[in-house]
T-cell receptor, first 122, second 112 residues
């Protein structure tokens, strides 16, 4: 259970174009999804928290007009890299955890990740 | 000082050895502790997660949490070449609004 699907797995685009990455929770609902960026041999850097039905929360230093996030349903969040440049080339990974089954305390299921999208901007 | 410290390695051990991976942290509010395995060009895969202190075992993997020392460990018994990957520790507070903080990852290589 708790499968997160990410598409596409890799994409090459020209500088100045926009790229959309989809993140779907396949067997659970997720009011919150997270978008990470990872450079080679480095750890995950949280870019933004995607909230279903409301605006995303961006981490400091992440340009919200460049990295557009839409969380239109409980199973889908999208990240659009607008006017991509070579420095945007990276590995983008989404994650989510299932909604709590009860209202006591915090989430009771850990974070599950998609398989990532490798973006190359030429 | 980073909230979570993890030796980046690389760590190379022979097949069959016991592997010990560790992380230290500074935030006493952390309650959930996770270990992820990440193969090259793939997303992290959840291996183990624990709440508060104690041990948890799953097959060849054992996770330990010592909150008094702010130290967590992942042990891999009878290591296999297929265990070669980057291992990330992660932790968060009790609230669902708590951010999950990741270690930098340890690159592990199991030599046949």
């Amino acid at each position: 259970g708790a499968v997160v699907s990410q598409h596409p797995s890799w994409v090459i685009c020209k500088s100045g174009t926009s790229v959309k990455i989809e993140c779907r929770s396949l067997d659970f609902q997720a009011t919150t999804m997270f978008w990470y960026r990872q450079f080679p041999k480095q750890s995950l850097m949280l870019m933004a928290t995607s909230n279903e039905g409301s605006k995303a929360t961006y981490e400091q230093g992440v340009e919200k007009d460049k990295f557009l996030i839409n969380h239109a349903s409980l199973t889908l969040s999208t990240l659009t890299v607008t006017s991509a440049h070579p420095e945007d080339s990276s590995f983008y990974i989404c994650s989510a955890y299932p909604m709590p089954e009860d209202s006591i305390g915090s989430y009771n299921s850990p974070l599950h990740f998609g398989n990532g999208t490798r973006l190359t901007v030429t | 000082q980073k909230e979570v410290e993890q030796d980046p390695g690389p760590l190379s051990v022979p097949e069959g050895a016991i592997v010990s991976l560790n992380c230290t942290y500074s935030n006493s509010a952390f309650q959930y502790f996770m270990w992820y395995r990440q193969y090259s060009r793939k997303g992290p895969e959840l291996l183990m997660y624990t709440y508060s202190s104690g041990n948890k075992e799953d097959g060849r993997f054992t996770a330990q949490v010592d909150k008094s020392s702010k130290y967590i460990s992942l042990f891999i018994r009878d290591s296999q070449p297929s265990d070669s990957a980057t291992y990330l520790c992660a932790m968060s507070g009790y609230s669902s609004a708590s951010k999950i903080i990741f270690g930098s990852g340890t690159r592990l290589s199991i030599r046949p």
